[in-house]
């Protein structure tokens, strides 16, 4: 079997530090994918953001838990640990919560501009490990044009809004009156090039500490490069300090905040969005410094009216668009199936009738009517179950059925090319479950 699966953790439900320990670092992904082709997953997406890490997946034996077992034994947890914490769906509610999240509706920051290119690239490292098939390499594109669909048609996508904006937004709020501060963003990616950028239309001109003094002279100019082996000291000299690297440890440790401390008198503000942490958290207690994490920067809708109204408008093109990806899976995998099923029965009850009527000399076009007529009625219930099972991505009833009519796989029109990449079969009837859905 064959079904559409999700299991997660996001900062709606998980606290930052549970959101560290299932990170999945970009250099572990490929050990976890393979991992969860072993635990019987033979599609697998991760995304592993600062507010979420979940498993997108094709599902073999229908138990979305095998994925949480997986993440149990990478965060070091014990069998069931996280479960409590955890969001599981499956079928079409996978849809709907993908295209939510690929829109900026599920972010903590709505609107955000990131998560889009989150979504592609953890697509793609599914894809370099072959890990997308018929189910995700068709889900995976629909969601991010439903993304780029929800940006375009709502204000939304003109807002600019980022977690990277909100913590420059924060931290500047946090400075107060500080004249012409000395702002160091850490790192070079995604979020700390949506930080550096923010302060330059701001007309702020931050110094930038990375690993690539490369990516870091790109984004702030090669005069406010500080090399990441002299941060302590750019610590000891800033004003604001905001942290966002895909480091997995402490870039900022409490040595280096006490040490910079000791050395000024003026207060420093830092913003760390990293998930794990760049900066230990002990630093909080150090006397004039303000930390401001993750878990103090949750978007508030109902403070910006205008906001809600793009968030319903984008929501309601997110449950449009999820409906029409559901109904076009189904267009395409149920024809084959509900045709061969009405063939077999009214093969069925044609039989039954000639051979009750055939003393009374009925005529055949009759009996013909009458067999399509009770073909409908008993097949009414199989065809809602079994377009309701293809809209989920699940084989399963579609074999059971098919099973339970004897119907073979001759019996059923050529499968679609896309359908070679899978290999399914069920022991017990023999049919090739890629034959069932394109």
Known sequence: MNQLSMVGFTHRGAALPLLEKVSVPRGERGRLLAELRQAGHPEAVILSTCSRTEIYAATAAGDPLRMLDVLN????RSAGG??????IRTGHAVIEHLFRVTSGLESRVIGEVEIHGQVRSAFREAQAAGMTGSLLGQLLPAALRCGSRVRAATPLGGLGRSLGHQAVDLGLAALGDVVDPLIVVVGSGRMAAS???????????????????AHAARLAGADLVCPLPALAAGVQ???????????AHNVVTLID????????????????????????SAVAAVPGVRLIDLEGMNDDVAMAPELAVALEAGAEIVRA?????????????????????????????????????????????????????AAGRLLHRPTITARAAVA???????????????VRPSDLCPASPDSSQSQLRSADSGID?????A
Request: charged fraction near 25%.
């Open 73 to 76: 034994a990478h965060a070091g």
């Open 82 to 87: 996280l479960r409590a914490a955890a969001e």
């Open 195 to 213: 930080a550096v950028a923010h302060l330059q239309r701001l007309g702020r001109r931050p110094m930038v500490a990375a690993r690539n003094e």
């Open 237 to 247: 000299r800033a004003d604001l300090l905001i942290c966002a690297t895909s480091a």
């Open 257 to 280: 905040v006490r040490q910079a401390m000791a050395a000024r008198l003026r207060p420093l503000t830092v913003v760390d969005l990293s998930v794990p942490r760049n900066v230990d």
């Open 321 to 373: 668009e999820a409906r029409r990806y559901a109904d076009g899976i189904s267009a395409r995998g149920i024809g084959p199936v509900i045709a061969a099923l009405r063939r077999r029965v009214e093969e069925d009850c044609c039989q039954e009738l000639v051979r009750e009527a055939g003393p009374w000399g009925v005529d055949e076009a009759d009996l013909a009517r009458a067999a399509r007529a």
């Open 392 to 406: 989920a991505g699940d084989t399963d009833a579609l074999l059971t059925l098919c099973a339970t009519f004897g």
């Open 433 to 437: 479950a890629s034959e069932l859905v």
